[in-house]
């Protein structure tokens, strides 16, 4: 199982960014994901999932309304979209498999991360 | 939201010591609970699920107890490699992580 991300970089305050985790090593459309993020010297924080096929997606409070999870299975790859980006979204952003086999809740535990895409939000 | 406390925030023990990670609940998450380690500049590492359960290839010098609200990762005897952060997540609703803990070289 591997998880990679990208499309992080840097962007000014108030501009859009989209990451992209593509999965491989498993059959993608069967497992929920989850986003978390971490700022720089700072604890995880749980920022949205999604089910296996799309359909249920749920997000924290300090994201909802300015990010957008979404998953195109046909490409075995899940996104997250961020728009307003502000100073305090500056952090490391993980994708992560959830649940222990197919098909699992969504509000499981993470079993496999990615590697992290940093995201810095500077004017 | 459900509160997750972990305690302490730093700890300091040497190679050999046993050492116990407390986590508290806000309120009741049955035994939805797992810890991860993480190491500077690395993704977290699953180490429990479900409070007690081991994920596959970790030590098992590494143990998981407790439910409801009250729930402990235990390190039977601390090696080189296990100095680093551990938190605990609750996934009763939506997740949210404990503070963290970090094990230091005493």
């Known amino acids: 199982v591997q998880l990679v991300e990208s499309g992080g970089g840097v962007v000014q305050p108030g501009q859009s960014l989209r990451l992209s985790c593509v999965g491989s090593?498993?059959?993608?459309?069967?497992?929920?994901m989850h986003w978390v993020r971490q700022a720089p010297g700072k604890g995880l924080e749980w920022l949205t999932a999604i089910s296996h096929d799309g359909n249920d997606k749920y997000y924290a409070e300090s994201v909802k309304g300015r990010f957008t999870v979404y998953r195109d299975n046909s490409k075995d790859t899940l996104y997250l979209e961020m728009i307003s980006l502000r100073s305090d979204d500056t952090a490391f952003y993980y994708c992560a498999r959830v649940g222990h086999r197919p098909y699992s809740s969504a509000w499981s535990q993470a079993h496999y991360w990615g590697q992290g895409a940093l995201v810095i939000v500077s004017s | 939201d459900i509160q997750m406390t972990q305690s302490p925030s730093t700890l300091s023990a040497s190679v050999g010591d046993r050492v116990t990670i407390t986590c508290r609940a806000s309120q009741s998450i049955s035994s939805w609970l797992a810890w991860y380690q993480q190491k500077p500049g690395k993704a977290p590492k699953l180490l429990i699920y479900k409070a007690s359960g081991s994920e596959s290839g970790v030590p098992s010098r590494f143990s998981g107890s407790g439910s409801g609200t009250e729930f402990t990762l235990t390190i039977s005897s601390l090696q080189p490699d296990d100095f680093a952060t551990y938190y605990c997540?609750?996934?009763?609703?939506?997740?949210?992580f404990g503070g963290g803990t970090t094990v230091e070289i005493k």
């Open positions: 090593g498993y059959t993608f459309n069967t497992f929920a």
């Open positions: 997540q609750q996934y009763a609703s939506y997740p949210t």
